[in-house]
Every structure is written in structure tokens, then in C-alpha cells.
């Protein structure tokens, strides 16, 4: 297990988790010109992102005992075909059916690809170097969203509909082609990992993760912080800006990037409070839920247009919800023995993507209703009705603020029992001042 050959082993898993976030992000981008190639309407379109998200959300589970069973190469492999076959569908479909067949396969792959990618961690690296490798999982794959609004979008525009997302298609198989030549499951000599146990073991095995606090916890987490930026980013976000906002593409393709660099630029921040605060997570994630709303009542509540430095300090803000996320997975690291992990950690993901897939789903029905209606006044995405149906998101904050505030209380009971006791934030901000300063009027030895 040389570190060189770890290495080598983790980019090409990356590589292909970059691959699979390119291809869940990309219709986020192609929204308007679905809109057009498909004749449908606000409600067709967010169905083809939640479709895709339900897909995904509901194969975390599964894919979690398969990649036991099979191993990280097979299932990164498998998912880089299926999503190369999706794009290869929608590269060529002209009809709503067709498409949605594709964001099926798409999101079927996605979902084989990330749980796969996590699982080579543990078994490459020495375990002081799990939690600095899995940050910088997540931070890679955000490249893959960049690939996506950017390469991209370019060739959508250039080049039109088919070219770009053959162009997607040839990425997965070149994905494909580097996990079977170059990627291994576990170092030589380690041997394969044994299968889990059968269904009735599984089941009871989720029962138990989920009858725990902490893993609730994690996944009204995850629900909560992480929704707001996928909707934007998938589905919304472009139509939004470009119609609502009446910014030019090229103004929206930097905004999306910004998105990117401010997620993978704070993720080390969160990761190292995590670290050093572990009873003050879930604060963090309702200042991050706090802020998210705070961000979008500014946006949507600004009479006219918002300033462009607006919708940046927005995009910042979602942008922080991807890596604080991320702590719902802490949550169920922590609240689960070591065998329970993966169950506990599909959980928490299903959270943040059943969310977005409600969340997605709502705006583009609220967008249908005002257009029928005559409230748009015959432009199905203008700023109006924009206006109305992204303020669904501010229920579904106070639905996840309000569940993770149930669950950490039934985690602080739990806690309790065994004798851990989290003082009130006010009493532990007071006595890590009195610390400070006290180590501030130690004499150093140059004092003597």
C-alpha cells in the first residue's frame, strides 16, 4: 500500500465521481433549450430532475450492499455505462418520454458512484488520512459541476443540443475504460472483502440505524442545508438568472463557477470546526439553514432585478450548503458502530435529495399554475412568478430547522444517559474566552 499507488487509485475513482456529478448537473444548464426541443412545460422539465433524483436517492441503499458484495471497481464501471447510455438517449431524444428514459440512466449511475468512490478510502490509506481524503472527495467532485456550466454549456451553445451531451457520453466511456485498466477494489495481498449477510440481516441492520438519534439527526441535517443548492444548481438556478434576472450567459456561467470555488473553498473550514467543536454541529448547520433563508428573502423580496453583488453573495451562500452538508455524514460515523456506517451513511443521504427532488418538483408546478393562470402575463420564467415559486424552499427550511432541532434534543437525552453534557452555546462561547485569555496572560519563557 505505497502511497503513490494510493494515490493513482483515489484520482481515478475521482475521476469517475467527477464524471457522474458533470452528468447529474448538466440538465441544470440545458433548461431553456429542453424547454424548447421538448414543447414542455415548468412541471415537465423539474420532472426530469426529480425523477432522476428519486432514482438516485432510492438506490443508495441497494447500492450500498452491492458494492460490498462486488467492489468499487465494478459498481464505477457499471455506473460510468449507465450514464453514458443516458446521455446517449437524451443526445438524440425529441420526445418527453425519451428524455426522462435517459435522466433514469443518468441517475441510475450517479447513484452506483459516490458510496463506490467513499469505500476505497478506508482500504488505500492509513486511517489518519481517511477524514483529509474524504474532504478532498468532496471537493473534487465539484469540478465535475464546473465541467458542466462552463465545457459544456459551451458546446451547447456553439455546437447545439446533441454534440454537447455526446460529448458527456464520451467522458463516461473514457471513465470506463480507466476504473477497468487502472483501479483495484484493495491493495495487493489485503484480499476481498467478505459479502454482507442476507436481506433479513440488512433489514434489521437499517432498523437499528435509523431507530438511532444521531442518524436522524444527520439526515434532517443533510435535508435541510444541502437542498437549496442542488435545486439551483440542477434545475433552477440557470433558468432564474437568465430569465428572471436578465443576466447574460456568460454572467451566469461565472456566477455558477463562483458556486464552485466558494464550495470547495470552505469545505476545510467546516471540516476543521467539525473537528474541533464535534457537540457544536448541528449550530452550524442551523446558521447555515439560517443563512440560506436570510439569502434568498434578500434576492426574492428586492423590488426589480437584484444587483449583481446579490445574487453573488446568494450563490456563496448555497455554495456553503454542499460541504456543511457533509456533517450529516459525521453524525452517522459517530452514532454508528463500524459495521453500521454505510446503512447509516445512505440514510443520511436520501435526506438532502428527497428535499431537492420535492423542492424541484413544487417550483416548477407553482410556475405552471401562475402561467395558467394569466399571473406571468404569457412568460412562463419571469421574475413574478420566479418570485412565488422558489419561496417553496423557505417550508421546506422551516420543516428540516424544526426536525433537527426534535433530534437533537433526543440526541442530548441519549448523551445524557451517558453522562455527556452539552452546556448551553452562551456558557461554552463564555468559558472558551476565560481559556483564552488565560493562556494570553501565561509568561512565556522570554518573560523571565
Given at each position: ?11 481515478i475513482g475521482i475521476f469517475g465521481y467527477l464524471v457522474a456529478v458533470a452528468q447529474r448537473t448538466s440538465f441544470g444548464v440545458v433548461g431553456l433549450e429542453a424547454t424548447e426541443r421538448f ?20 438506490l443508495q441503499i441497494p447500492v450500498g450492499v452491492l458494492v460490498d458484495r462486488f467492489g468499487s471497481r465494478a459498481m464505477i464501471a457499471g455506473g460510468a455505462v449507465l450514464m453514458g447510455l ?363
Amino acid at each position: 500500500m505505497t502511497a503513490p499507488r494510493a494515490w493513482l487509485i483515489w484520482t481515478i475513482g475521482i475521476f469517475g465521481y467527477l464524471v457522474a456529478v458533470a452528468q447529474r448537473t448538466s440538465f441544470g444548464v440545458v433548461g431553456l433549450e429542453a424547454t424548447e426541443r421538448f414543447h414542455a412545460t415548468a412541471s415537465a422539465i423539474s420532472f426530469f430532475t426529480v425523477l432522476q433524483l428519486l432514482v438516485y436517492a432510492g438506490l443508495q441503499i441497494p447500492v450500498g450492499v452491492l458494492v460490498d458484495r462486488f467492489g468499487s471497481r465494478a459498481m464505477i464501471a457499471g455506473g460510468a455505462v449507465l450514464m453514458g447510455l443516458g446521455q446517449l438517449q437524451l443526445a438524440f431524444a425529441e420526445s418527453i418520454p425519451g428524455g426522462v428514459l435517459g435522466r433514469v440512466l443518468v441517475g441510475a449511475g450517479d447513484a452506483m458512484t459516490f458510496i463506490s468512490v467513499i469505500r476505497l478510502i478506508p482500504l488505500w490509506f492509513a486511517p489518519a488520512r481517511v477524514p483529509l481524503v474524504t474532504q478532498l472527495t468532496g471537493m473534487s467532485g465539484q469540478l465535475g459541476q464546473l465541467f458542466s456550466v462552463l465545457p459544456f454549456a459551451l458546446v451547447l451553445h456553439l455546437s447545439g443540443w446533441t454534440p454537447a451531451f455526446l460529448l458527456l457520453a464520451g467522458m463516461s466511456a473514457l471513465a470506463v475504460v480507466l476504473v477497468l485498466l487502472l483501479l483495484q477494489d484493495s491493495p495487493p495481498g489485503t484480499g476481498r472483502p467478505h459479502a454482507r449477510q442476507g436481506l433479513r440481516a440488512t433489514g434489521a441492520s437499517l432498523a437499528r440505524a435509523w431507530s438511532q438519534p444521531g442518524t436522524r439527526l444527520g439526515m434532517w441535517s443533510h435535508f435541510t442545508i444541502q437542498f437549496s443548492g442542488t435545486v439551483f444548481a440542477m434545475t433552477w438556478g440557470y433558468p432564474f438568472l437568465i430569465s428572471g434576472q436578465g443576466l447574460e450567459a456568460g454572467t451566469v456561467a461565472a456566477l455558477m463557477a463562483l458556486y464552485v470555488a466558494a464550495a470547495m473553498a470552505v469545505g476545510p473550514f467546516i471540516g476543521r470546526f467539525v473537528s474541533r467543536h464535534p457537540l457544536r454541529r448541528s449550530t452550524m448547520v442551523l446558521l447555515i439553514a439560517g443563512a440560506t433563508a436570510a439569502a434568498w428573502a434578500a434576492v426574492l423580496l428586492l423590488p426589480g432585478r437584484a444587483p449583481l453583488w446579490l445574487l453573488a453573495g446568494l450563490v456563496v451562500v448555497l455554495a456553503i450548503g454542499g460541504p456543511g452538508s457533509m456533517i450529516g455524514f459525521d453524525f452517522a460515523r459517530t452514532f454508528n458502530p463500524a459495521h453500521r456506517i454505510g446503512t447509516a451513511t445512505g440514510i443520511v443521504n436520501v435526506g438532502g435529495f428527497i428535499a431537492a427532488l420535492v423542492s424541484i418538483f413544487l417550483i416548477g408546478l407553482v410556475l405552471d399554475v401562475l402561467y395558467a393562470t394569466g399571473f406571468s402575463q404569457g412568460v412562463l420564467y419571469g421574475l413574478a412568478p420566479f418570485r412565488l415559486a422558489l419561496s417553496v424552499q423557505f417550508l421546506l427550511l422551516a420543516i428540516g430547522a424544526a426536525a433537527i432541532l426534535a433530534s437533537r434534543r433526543k440526541v442530548r437525552r441519549q448523551m445524557a444517559a451517558q453522562g455527556i453534557v452539552v452546556p448551553p452555546l452562551r456558557s461554552a462561547l463564555a468559558r472558551q474566552r476565560r481559556e483564552s485569555l488565560a493562556r494570553r496572560r501565561q509568561p512565556t519563557p522570554s518573560d523571565d
